[in-house]
């Protein structure tokens, strides 16, 4: 089915805007009919709305058969794109998710609700739970940041068995929360993405990224600025949210989770290493908190991931 026709016969294809954390932001939401469970996507990055953006109209009917989706650019991105500076905490972050779920819960009050969050869109669904603990019915996440993102031994280890060189290694082994630049940031994320499948492991099957770029190039709703936003947007060299982001941590709060939150990680992820994650849902003897792993496959989520992604959400909204 063309994407047309997709959008014509979803019986909820609307874009919202809604006051959240004070800013007006602008929300898709999508579903083939109006009695579905709700699924509120918070995406990557930060400042990455792929691939769920409010430009995906009728691009993921697979999604929206079973549930409404809500996409939302979150703000400094996409079609919400704003210049942020350091008064953009993680915190408000969480308050503009907070007032999107109330909002969508007001629109649809007898609809089951539940999360999709991804890589730093984790931070934010934990720290939704850990202010309001039963403000949905449960969430799924990929690549779950618990803490030292980025800067730990997992990632130095890795590299140190690449072709870098000796000196290159002891140079990262420097870097840290206190002293990195976004400069910094992006070398070793290059490092890692040319080197390892830390970000994408090859040997899984890969998401059209081409595909996705020319759904948005196409969308009926983003104009050419929002399709540029979410590239470069209010998040380009800006080091206040990462300074939030490194310095997170989130093992008590993961522990105590009071709803079903099912962590799905990849095998070969070490940007938010697979191991820890196991290792504090193992610990936590919280049955609300699972963790399963999804083989050939890092950080990004590739097809394998998404059709796990699928089933997980399946599995809290329809199986009782």
């Known amino acids: 089915m063309g994407r047309k026709q997709v959008i014509k016969e979803n019986k909820v294809s609307e874009i919202h805007s809604f006051n959240l954390g004070g800013y007006n932001q602008k929300v898709l939401i999508e579903g083939k009919s109006k009695d579905l469970p709700i699924v509120i996507t918070f995406h990557g990055g930060p400042g990455s709305p792929l691939p769920f953006s409010v430009g995906a109209r009728g691009m993921f009917p697979e999604f929206t058969e079973k549930f409404i989706m809500v996409y939302w650019d979150q703000l400094g991105c996409g079609i919400n794109n704003y210049p942020l500076d350091k008064n953009f905490t993680i915190d408000k972050f969480a308050t503009m998710a907070i007032d999107l779920i109330n909002n969508i819960k007001s629109l649809f009050p007898s609809n089951k609700l539940y999360v999709f969050a991804t890589s730093w869109g984790s931070i934010l669904s934990a720290k939704v739970l850990e202010r309001c603990p039963n403000i949905v019915n449960g969430v799924v996440v990929s690549g779950q940041i618990i803490k030292d993102i980025i800067f730990n031994d997992e990632v130095i280890n890795a590299l140190s068995q690449t072709k870098l060189s000796k000196d290159k290694i002891e140079a990262i082994r420097k870097i840290n929360t206190d002293n990195f630049t976004f400069k910094d940031l992006e070398m070793i994320s290059d490092y890692l993405r040319k080197y390892t499948y830390a970000y994408t492991n090859k040997k899984g099957k ?46 008590r709060v993961l522990k105590e989770i009071e709803i079903p939150y099912i962590i799905l990680q990849g095998d070969t992820d070490i940007i938010a290493p697979t191991s820890w994650v196991k290792e504090l849902v193992d610990r936590s003897s919280n049955s609300n908190l699972k963790c399963y792993v999804v083989e050939n496959t890092g950080h990004i989520p590739g097809q394998e991931l998404v059709d796990r992604i699928i089933k997980e959400l399946l599995n809290l909204a329809y199986v009782k």
Do not use: E, R
């Not at 059209?208 to 399709?227: Q, V």
């Open 206 to 251: 890969q998401i059209s990224i081409a595909k996705l770029i020319l759904g948005l190039m196409m969308s009926p709703d983003y104009k050419f600025k929002d399709f540029k936003a979410v590239m470069k947007n209010g998040y380009t060299n800006n080091t206040f949210i990462w300074n939030g982001i490194l310095n997170v941590d989130l093992s």
